[in-house]
T-cell receptor, first 114, second 117 residues
Framework: KQEVTQIPAALSVPEGENLVLNCSFT??????LQWFRQDPGKGLTSLLL?????REQTSGRLNASLDKSSGRSTLYIAASQPGDSATYLC?????????????FGKGTKLTVNP | GAGVSQSPRYKVAKRGQDVALRCDPI?????LFWYQQALGQGPEFLTY??????LDKSGLPSDRFFAERPEGSVSTLKIQRTQQEDSAVYLC?????WGRGPNYGYTFGSGTRLTVV
């Protein structure tokens, strides 16, 4: 059974710092990996999607890496801003017997202090 | 539509009441998913549709939960005889289906927050 773990559970940093969020998964047989952002009381906003054959994806100040063989992904946020404060969720897309789903970690709650 | 739309945004139900939650996926998206998110947790898979076919309902927690997508577009998640443990945010997501590329990820709605009192 695929399990996704995110470390740390919470992180508080001063504005301007570069930071790394970690995600690990137990089964390397994934279709892709997606990072999401969730603001309080809101749905999920997709940040980056990395295919299983890719090593990294970049969007603005965000960079996500994927090491499928070791079951790890990192989300790097450069020059953090207070507006980056949210919960960040990592999810792997898995397939089994004609079905598919995303398996999520519990998230990292990020607070960026002005 | 431009995004995944869910209604209602909030629902308060008395224990034992039946509820129905609606999801309007992005037009043309063949895959539709329902997830349940408890406070402080990541979303948990409930069920998966490809067009009108429910291909996986292994995540539904009990036979009180039922989902349908009769015409392959709008979906309804129904919970019968609600219990307090059903209180959660229910998220709907849709996708284009199989394919490799940035446009084949999941798009989530804003969710329905269900509170059972």
């Amino acid at each position: 059974k695929q399990e996704v773990t995110q470390i740390p559970a919470a992180l508080s940093v001063p504005e301007g710092e570069n930071l790394v969020l970690n995600c690990s998964f137990t089964d390397s047989a994934i279709y892709n990996l997606q990072w999401f952002r969730q603001d309080p009381g809101k749905g999920l906003t997709s940040l980056l999607l990395i295919q299983s054959s890719q090593r990294e994806q970049t969007s603005g100040r965000l960079n996500a890496s994927l090491d499928k063989s070791s079951g790890r992904s990192t989300l790097y946020i450069a020059a953090s801003q207070p507006g980056d404060s949210a919960t960040y969720l990592c999810a792997v897309r898995v397939t089994q017997g004609g079905s598919e789903k995303l398996v999520f970690g519990k998230g990292t709650k990020l607070t960026v202090n002005p | 539509g431009a995004g995944v739309s869910q209604s209602p945004r909030y629902k308060v139900a008395k224990r034992g009441q039946d509820v129905a939650l609606r999801c309007d996926p992005i037009s043309g998206h063949v895959s539709l998913f329902w997830y349940q998110q408890a406070l402080g947790q990541g979303p948990e898979f409930l069920t998966y549709f490809q067009n009108e076919a429910q291909l996986d309902k292994s995540g539904l927690p009990s036979d009180r939960f039922f989902a349908e997508r009769p015409e392959g577009s709008v979906s309804t998640l129904k919970i019968q005889r609600t219990q307090q443990e059903d209180s959660a945010v229910y998220l709907c997501a849709s996708s284009r289906g199989w394919g490799r590329g940035p446009n084949y990820g999941y798009t989530f709605g804003s969710g329905t927050r269900l509170t059972v009192v």
